[in-house]
């Protein structure tokens, strides 16, 4: 399932003294089975751009689309674009409440108005694959659990709504190293065994550096990098050389990019001579 972006900008309060734009006019296509990492320093743009793609936030201008159907227009079915597109929110264990952890991850597929049995193997198979037994765990109050247990079992929930591209906003934030390794070994599985679609924000180079296809750079607002990881660190790492962190980085690419340096597809080439 591909998603495509047109044009995208988004501003917040528009025509007041606070308004922002946070997304400008942002152009991407990600294919069905892509691993996309989405980098940027704090306010870049990230948390904005992910809500649009399910439809939490509507474009100031352009269009989103997914499997093909533009999200944006009147008269279309959010709950199932939802479905499709299952977003984990940062620290998503906030948003535990029900009393048994069965309970907490069928909560989704419940509301679809599904019947017990799916419902039931739904539950079984999301918590297989965030590796929660489910015998063990399903009676249990998510209130007993570690920290990375209590984020297994929201990232159950949204898995639960069988999505097929999963975003997750930095999935591993204020996690012990156990707790972060067995995340990112399960989001590797939902890649590679479950064929999912995956688009992640991540604060952590090495983490991108290892799971992902793709890596994506925003800068305030704008994508300034986009390529395989290889490709974009081999940039990152020739600027850095020359004595630049990765916020100058982005810098002088926007500043490159302006001044007429060779653009293809977000990507900025560097000359390495
Ligand atoms: P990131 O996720 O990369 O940290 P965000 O998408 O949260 O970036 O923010 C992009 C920009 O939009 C920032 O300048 C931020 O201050 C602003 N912003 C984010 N949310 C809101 C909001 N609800 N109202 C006004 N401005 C916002």
């Known amino acids: 399932m591909s998603i ?18 946070a997304l400008d006019n942002i152009n991407l296509e990600i294919k069905d089975g892509e691993f996309v990492a989405l980098i940027g320093h704090t306010g870049s743009g990230k948390s904005t751009l992910i809500q649009q793609l399910n439809g939490l936030l509507k474009p100031t201008s352009g269009k989103v689309y997914v499997d093909g159907i533009c999200i944006n227009e009147k008269g279309v079915n959010l709950k199932n674009i939802r479905q499709k597109v299952g977003i ?11 009393e048994t952890i069965f309970k907490d991850i069928s909560f989704g597929p419940r509301n679809l108005g599904l019947d017990e049995a799916e419902i039931e193997r739904r539950v079984k198979k999301a918590m297989e694959i965030v ?3 489910y015998e063990k765990y399903k009676d249990k109050s998510p209130f007993e659990l570690s920290g ?8 159950a929930g949204v898995l639960a709504m069988e999505p097929k591209v ?18 990112l070994n399960q989001i590797k599985r939902m890649h590679k065994e479950y064929k999912m679609t995956i688009i992640m924000v991540s604060h952590s180079m090495e983490e991108v550096a290892e799971l992902a296809n793709r890596i994506i750079v925003l800068d305030k607002g704008k994508v300034v990098i986009d390529g395989p990881p290889k490709e974009v660190f081999k940039k990152i790492e ?16 926007i500043r490159l990019k302006k001044l007429g340096f060779e653009v293809e597809d977000g990507i900025i080439t560097v000359d390495e001579a």
């Open 131 to 133: 590796g929660l037994d």
């Open 166 to 183: 999963l975003v997750l906003d930095e999935p591993t934030a204020g996690l012990d190293p156990k707790g972060r390794e067995d995340i």
């Open 88 to 98: 984990v929110f940062q620290y998503p264990e906030h948003q535990l409440f029900e």
């Open 4 to 21: 495509k972006i047109e044009g995208l900008t988004y501003i917040y309060m528009p025509n007041t003294p606070f308004e922002k734009r």
């Open 148 to 155: 990375g247990q209590k984020r297994r079992v929201a990232i």
């Open 238 to 253: 020739i600027l850095e050389r020359v004595g630049l962190s990765v916020p100058q980085v982005t810098q002088l690419f």
